[in-house]
Structures are given as C-alpha cells and as structure tokens.
C-alpha cells in the first residue's frame, strides 16, 4: 500500500488538502464497518475513485477518505448484454477488457479516468452522439447509504436514487461501489484522427465546428482546441471520431486548406487512449452553450486566448446534441439535455508555481464569456469555490437536497448538497 502522503494527492496539483485517514478497502464488509464507525466518531466521509476531479474534492481536510481503488472487479454476463464494474475500474481497463468481447460503454477519452466517477456526472465521450451518456447506459448502481445498508439501484428499486445518481453521485447519498452498464456493439474500422491549423483560421475552423455539431450526424464527434502553447506557435485543434469509414473525416480536413494530421487512428481503443498532461496543477471554469457558436462568441473566445498568459492555458468544446437530447431533462439528474457545447476554460502551471497571472486570466475570460452561457456548467467540471448547486443542477437542486436529508441526514458524505444556497 501506497503511504499517505502519496493518496492524498489528486490528479489536480494545485489541490493539497490533509484528510484525517485514508481507508482502501476490499469489500463491502469493509466499507459498512467504516460508515458505521464514522458515525459513531461524528466524523465525515469523502470517496475518492481516481481523483480525477478538477476540484479535489474525493480529498478534504479532517475527513476520513474511502479510496475505491481496490475494487476492481469487471463481469459481463452471460449473453455479453452488461457489465458489471467496480467503483476502482479505469477508462483504458473498462474499454481493454469489453474490445476482447467487441462491446464498449460510451466513455470519456481520458484513460486514467474512473469509469464510475465519471459516469456519476454524466460522462461524455466520442459514442455520446449516438449511445448517450455513460449514465444513460447505467442499469444498475450497487450503493451502501449512510445507515449502512446495501442497495441495488435500479429503475424499479429506489428509482428516486437511481434519478439522482444519474448526473448528480459523487459521493452524495452513499459510496457507489459498483455499476452495471448496458452493453452496445464496438464500432468497426473507425476513423480517428487529431487535426490542427494556425491560429489564424480560428474562426472559419469554428463556424465549421459548430455546423457539422449541429448537424445531428450521430457517427461524428469533435472536440475542438485551443491548447497552451507559445504566442507564435498557436494553433486550432480538432480531435475527430467517425464511424464512416470511407468519407471518414476527410471533409473535416477540407475545412481550410494546411491541415496538419497530428494522428490517424483505425480502432475504437486506440481513439480511447489520448495523453493528458499530468502533475500540473489545474484552474478550471466552464459554461454551457445553447445553439451554435456565434461569430461574437468567436470573437470573444479568440480575444480571451491572445491575452492569456504565455503557454498557460487554453480552452476545449466538448460537443453534446444527438442521443444526449433524446433523453428528458427531467428524467434523470443531468440538466444539460438542451445544450450544445460545453466550454471549458483551462489555466495551466507547473505544481507550486505563482499562479496568480494565471488564475486572473482564467475568471476574467470566465466573466467575457459567461453572456454567451445559459447560467449552467457541467458538473463533472465542478469548478469549486462555493459555486451555487442551482449552477449544476437547475430546476433538480430542491428534489436533489429533499433525497440527501432522507438519506444521509447528518451530512455523513460531505458533498456539495450540504451547502446552503
């Protein structure tokens, strides 16, 4: 077992917070014997899959830490129609372990991410457009409640928790230690690739970023990039996914000539594996956008990017629309069903560096942009900082606070619910 110091840390190294224990345990037995001790010590529990987080908030000061990295375990059943995953299963394990069978799960592109964690907020990824969100793919949450009891969450058992923790289970009503998921054929033969133009074709890039989005094509998915990178070498990125294997993202590439191919890539799992860049520390702010991508949002966006401070931040649009608004936004605890784009702004430095130029940058291109926002961010984005719960969760945040006091009503998993708006 890893030392303290070390599990204490978050993928985010601008976090550094001092729990007052950190417990790894092995089965449920385990968690239950944990619960019930904290509530007789009237201390506070934190869960904390991969640590993903951008907020760290899996780590607090004076809590006791339940870290789900044990629990490992992936079983399709039978007729390969589900999975069962444990709360300690990452991206790159779940989509391994399904390409041997030629099954996926919709999942983010990040690998060191937590299948679970992830699916609690929501969870996009390159088959969002067409399968939905990881969460809409859930047919089961295996959950322990704060009075130590095991539940199978399912849409006819608790259906009040499985509304909940669909868009709204980061450690809210209990610890998640297992999800089953429904199982959907592998795309074959996919093109996969990463694109990139100068700076200066920013804006046509967009316009044609936001059509194609728009377009309700469920084989494509595009995140578009501005990444960190010196003021001479700046560039617009898209990152592409088609399941057309013979147009592919050809026209994509046409969108402006001087197309730089970054990578090609032919299998589902390679598309799976981008690299991330890690121990750094992380200030992160998003907004939700409704329609397309207007030319005064470009504007705005490209002015934001040329002040920031030298290869320390940048801004990517997670695309949303297709399967994802199939969905009612009233049927489960996800809001964003009418949205297009989600938009992140990022601020990037090396851990115990001055961040304050950086962090400036981050809430003043916030502050330009938010006209251009519906008053909603993505909450696995959660930006922290005392932000309202109504920012999250819209019209669910008075049902979601009812269904925490029934069934965690000492706050025995900290979480965001116990804040008073």
């Not at 990295?69 to 995953?85: C, E, G």
């Not at 095991?150 to 209990?174: I, M, N, Y």
């Not at 013979?246 to 026209?251: E, I, N, R, T």
Request: glycine share 8%; charged share 20%; net charge negative.
């Amino acid at each position: 077992m890893q030392n303290i110091e070390e599990n204490r840390k978050v993928f985010n190294q601008g976090v550094s917070r001092f729990p007052l224990v950190i417990i790894q345990p092995k089965t449920k037995t385990d968690i239950i014997h944990i619960v019930r001790c904290a509530k007789q010590l009237r201390l506070s529990i934190t869960i904390k899959g991969q640590g993903h987080g951008v907020s760290g908030m899996s780590v607090l000061n004076n809590a006791i830490v339940i870290d789900m990295s044990m629990f490992k375990t992936t079983v399709l059943n039978v007729d390969k129609s589900s999975v069962n995953v444990g709360a300690g299963v990452k991206n790159s394990e779940l989509d391994h372990f399904l390409a041997q069978h030629n099954k996926v799960v919709p999942l983010g592109t990040c690998p060191d991410v937590g299948v679970v964690g992830a699916t609690l907020g929501g969870g996009i990824g390159f088959l969002s457009r067409k399968l939905g969100l990881s969460c809409d793919n859930v047919l089961a949450f295996g959950l322990i409640t704060a009075d130590g009891k095991v539940r199978q969450v399912t849409e006819s058992q608790h259906p009040d928790l499985f509304w909940a923790l669909k868009g709204c289970g980061h450690g809210q009503f209990g610890v998640v230690t297992d999800v089953t998921f429904k199982l959907n054929d592998a795309p074959q033969n996919i093109d996969g690739r990463i694109l990139e133009w100068p700076l200066c074709h920013a804006r046509s890039i967009l316009r044609q970023y936001s059509k194609t989005v728009l377009s309700d094509n469920r084989s494509v998915f595009l995140y578009a990039y501005l990444s960190r990178s010196m003021h001479d070498k700046a560039r617009i990125s898209i990152m592409g996914f088609s399941e057309d294997w013979v147009h592919g993202l050809d026209s994509v590439a046409k969108w402006q000539d001087g197309a730089t191919l970054l990578s090609r890539r032919s299998q589902y799992v390679e598309c799976q594996s981008n690299d991330y860049d890690s121990d750094l520390s992380l200030y992160w702010r998003n907004g939700i956008i409704e329609g397309e991508l207007s030319d005064e949002f470009i504007e705005t966006l490209l002015s934001c990017y040329r002040a920031c401070p030298v290869n320390s931040g940048g801004f990517m649009l997670d695309p949303l629309c297709g399967a994802i608004q199939d969905v009612n936004a009233d049927d489960s605890a996800f809001i964003h069903r009418n949205a297009s784009f989600v938009c992140s702004i990022t601020g990037i430095t090396q851990a115990e560096c001055d961040d304050t130029e950086v962090i400036d940058w981050v809430n003043k291109s916030f502050d330009l942009l938010l006209p251009f926002f519906n008053g909603h961010s993505y909450q696995n984005y959660d930006m922290g900082n005392g932000s309202p719960l109504a920012l999250y969760y819209g019209q669910h945040t008075a049902r979601l606070k009812l269904l925490k006091q029934q069934y965690d009503p000492t706050g025995l998993f900290m979480s965001s619910l116990l804040r008073p708006d």
